[in-house]
């Protein structure tokens, strides 16, 4: 039976006298498992499953949602199609049911490629490659993005890990994020910026962590403070042990997902998605952050995950 994520690409390398290991999907080029030492640092899903809520995909050419489906170029309306049937939007890129394919493919590394084409709602044509590699720090991934057309082309980049420290309880994690600013959103769709000082705990500040059993939100984040030229969250247990994701300046956002009903193998739990984003949601209506990629022009981000506390 083949796997509805297509091809799977296993990466592994020993740090420390210990295996890191990750899974790469040829569906949507997702991060299906990683694991230091045999602890799970993203929540996984079986090699027979399909990702649930956006579990591990890459979001491009824009991450979260489009209002409605329609944004407005030189004065004419594009209409996307609606991917999010109860809420009417435009949801997480054109390439999160689209196969990749392999450039390279090593022990430690992969680069995957697909080109979007000129489509309903997207006139452009872009290619685009993903790389996966595993260091002696953790997971490294590289996105860079290529304008092949003929015409100027709008681009923003995301992706949607889960970060997990094996199967500890919400109860027992704290979730930080450099975050100093949050936006006010209606119905997941971001409104005006302000600082995370001035709101209520419907979007907390989470400099300081907070117990992830405590959190439910989905918002956008900005205001990332970096530190030697990265902005980094964590996840990790009462003894220091757990996951920290880093994102370089190309991702001065991040989305923050916290529901309570994630599908995991061992039935319902509190999980965390904290997803690198170089622009917010509705960039396409809004143009905040959104990149505008002149015929040749390429784009390219990076971020990863790294073990700590091992």
């Known amino acids: 039976m083949r796997p509805p994520t297509g091809q799977q690409f296993t990466l592994s390398r020993t740090v420390d006298g210990k295996e890191l290991r990750a899974t790469i999907t040829e569906v949507a080029a997702g991060l299906r498992e990683l694991s230091f030492d045999g602890v799970d640092l993203v929540e996984p899903f079986p090699e027979h499953a399909r990702p649930a809520k956006g579990q591990g995909i890459v979001l491009a050419p824009w991450g979260g949602r489009v209002a409605g489906g329609d944004w407005e170029l030189d004065g004419a309306t594009q209409r996307l ?8 939007n435009a949801s ?20 995957l490629q697909a080109t979007i084409h000129p489509q309903t709602g997207w006139p452009f044509l872009v290619d685009t490659t993903v790389a996966y590699e595993l260091t002696d720090d953790g ?15 709008p681009w923003a980049c995301g992706a949607h890990p889960y970060l997990a420290v094996g199967d500890t309880p919400a109860d027992r994690l704290t979730l930080t994020v450099p ?3 949050v936006f006010n959103a209606v119905d997941l769709i971001p409104t005006e910026e302000t600082l995370v000082d001035a709101m209520d705990a419907s979007a907390p500040d989470l400099r300081a962590g907070r117990r992830l059993a405590e959190l439910d939100i989905d918002h956008n984040y900005g205001g990332l403070e970096f530190v030697g030229g990265v902005a980094t969250s964590s996840l990790v247990d009462d003894s220091g042990r757990g996951a920290e994701l880093w994102q370089d300046s190309s991702y001065p956002y991040v989305v923050v997902f916290t529901p309570s009903d994630f599908p995991a193998a061992g039935g319902p739990k509190h999980a965390v998605a904290i997803e690198p ?34």
């Open 277 to 310: 984003m170089s622009a917010p949601a509705n960039a396409l209506r809004s143009g905040q952050s959104l990149v505008w990629l002149e015929p040749g022009e390429s784009w390219a981000g990076h971020w990863g995950i790294e073990p700590v506390g091992f």
């Open 92 to 111: 997480h890129g054109l390439l999160r049911f689209f196969p990749y394919r392999v450039l390279e493919h090593s022990e430690s590394r992969v680069v």
């Open 81 to 88: 199609p609606i991917t999010e049937r109860d809420l009417g």
């Open 179 to 181: 975050a100093g600013r």
């Open 139 to 153: 997971l490294q991934v590289s996105h860079e993005a290529t304008n092949v057309g003929t015409e100027r082309a």
